[in-house]
């Protein structure tokens, strides 16, 4: 079975332009997670989907930040403008059910000179 | 709100000893599910055990076991006969039916001595 897929693995952008992170869910999850990873803060919820609808993006850093799920196995967390501070490791994580475990996909390291 | 606390940000094993780490939560949530994950160097989250709050018996997963005192609220992860392939980090979590959220702990790093 696919796991969770997340393109792309690596992104080296500079400050100002625009990135678009992608993930792919596992087919037949109905909740799709987005986490940050860094070494001060560890993870953070961003957001998180039911259904294709978010529940609770409160995480979300800032108006720089937007997340869509335009159907079941899509989503993507674009930043615009990206700074230097949003260096990190972005993860996208789905389950089936509201109390199962998440599974996670590889992560995209993101890096913004 | 729903918080996770590892106390313990780094340990050290010797192989084939067994070690536990420690996880505390607090939820007031009667319903949850609570969760370790393990993150080697290459940077993958791999899931390795879950229990069930109604779960009567602790879980076991080979050489992982949660060792689950729900008065305590603690859900500690003991690895038996450590391998040196253990040394990553491991991060306790909790998912409760009310938020549905899943919240990590700070994780603890776990390494493995030859």
């Known amino acids: 079975d696919a796991g969770v897929i997340q393109s792309p693995r690596h992104e080296v952008t500079e400050m100002g332009q625009e990135v678009t992170l992608r993930c792919k869910p596992i087919s037949g999850h109905d909740y799709l997670f987005w986490y940050r990873q860094t070494m001060m803060r560890g993870l953070e919820l961003l957001i998180y989907f039911n259904n294709n609808v978010p529940i609770d993006d409160s995480g979300m850093p800032e108006d720089r930040f937007s997340a869509k799920m335009p159907n079941a196995s899509f989503s993507t967390l674009k930043i615009q403008p990206s700074e230097p501070r949003d260096s990190a490791v972005y993860f996208c994580a789905s389950s089936l059910g509201g109390i199962g475990p998440l599974h996670f996909g590889n992560g995209t390291r993101l890096t913004v000179t | 709100a729903q918080k996770i606390t590892q106390t313990q940000p780094g340990m050290f094993v010797q192989e084939k000893e067994a070690v536990t780490l420690d996880c505390t939560y607090d939820t007031s949530d009667p319903s949850y599910g609570l969760f370790w994950y393990k993150q080697p160097s290459s940077g993958e989250m791999i899931f390795l055990i879950y229990?069930?709050?109604?779960?009567?018996q602790n879980a076991t997963e080979g050489r992982y076991s949660l060792n689950f005192q729900k008065a305590r609220k603690s859900a500690n992860l003991v690895i038996s006969a450590s391998q040196l392939g253990d040394s990553a980090m491991y991060f306790c979590?909790?998912?409760?039916?009310?938020?549905?959220?899943?919240?990590f702990g700070p994780g603890t790093r776990l390494s493995v001595l030859p």
């Open positions: 979590a909790m998912r409760d039916s009310g938020g549905q959220n899943f919240v």
């Open positions: 229990q069930g709050s109604y779960d009567q």
